[in-house]
């Protein structure tokens, strides 16, 4: 399309808005009216009737105590699901609810965005001390339990061809950053049909994860539990593995997912 097609048929409004939503998606712990209007050098009361409508359309929310905006939990969740799939979210709660009963731990839900993954969901544990996460939060694939999940998922090529792609940044002492051992780990979570994070991004915290698979057997995103590391060692790990699996699979299935089992 030229230049002049494209003004044609430019909505100014609608573009503004959708540059908006990209500038939050690459700043998620939010900005302000006034720095997003000096970041994109639009007039600020434009800025403001912008980000009144998404918010009452609940695209955004404002952060807890502060003016700034973030991307809200529903636009995330619009990557989830194809169209004509029954909602992962929807049928993944009870199940998510269920696990949460029974390791007590926190239960999170979330799906693969190109070479990250972000939290939509969480039932929160019931000790008196549990790891709370909000939605929208964006998590490194090679550390997270569910980013394991996912990439363990795909075929050998695509899954190698991703992990080549990543930045393996380190965070911890644990922190996996080769790619031969990355892979060498994932093919040992596909194996098990559980991947876990140990202290790989955050010292004192274990998180196991399972991918949850579509009617078609795609991925359509994944579990996982995530507690202290003194309530979850390793000698316990794969007993919870082994519960976030069998909870995922009751997910999947709720999905339309037929798993075979070999005798």
Not at 93 to 120: F, W
Not at 132 to 144: E, I
Request: charge should be negative.
């Amino acid at each position: 399309m030229n230049s002049l097609a494209e003004q044609k048929y430019n909505v100014p409004g609608l573009d503004r808005a959708l540059t908006i939503i990209e500038l939050l998606n690459e700043n998620p712990s939010g900005l302000s009216v006034n720095e997003i209007a000096a970041s994109l050098n639009f007039p600020v009361n434009s800025v403001y009737r912008i980000m009144s409508t998404l918010e009452r359309r609940n695209y955004v929310v404002k952060r807890v105590g502060a003016a700034g905006y973030v991307l809200s939990e529903k636009l995330l969740g619009l990557a989830t699901p194809v169209v004509g799939d029954p909602s992962f979210i929807e049928n993944a709660i009870p199940h998510m609810r269920a696990l949460r009963d029974l390791t007590k731990e926190s239960t999170l839900a979330g799906v693969m965005l190109e070479n990250e993954g972000v939290v939509l969901e969480q039932v929160e544990g019931v000790h008196n001390f549990s790891f709370s996460v909000k939605p929208g939060l964006r998590f490194p694939l090679h550390t997270a339990a569910p980013g394991k999940a996912f990439l363990s998922h795909l075929g050998v090529e695509l899954r190698e061809k991703i992990v080549s792609g990543l930045k393996l940044k380190k965070f911890t002492d644990n922190t996996l950053t080769s790619s031969q051992d990355l892979l060498k780990e994932l093919n040992e979570a596909a194996k098990l049909g559980y991947a876990v994070d140990r202290e790989e991004e955050m010292e004192g915290q274990v998180c196991v994860g399972a991918a949850v698979l579509n009617r078609s057997a795609e991925l359509a995103g994944a579990i996982w539990i995530v507690a202290p590391s003194n309530r979850l060692p390793e000698s316990e790990i794969s007993r919870a593995g082994l519960q976030v699996k069998e909870a995922a699979e009751k997910i999947s299935s709720s999905l339309g997912h037929v798993l075979l089992q070999v005798a």
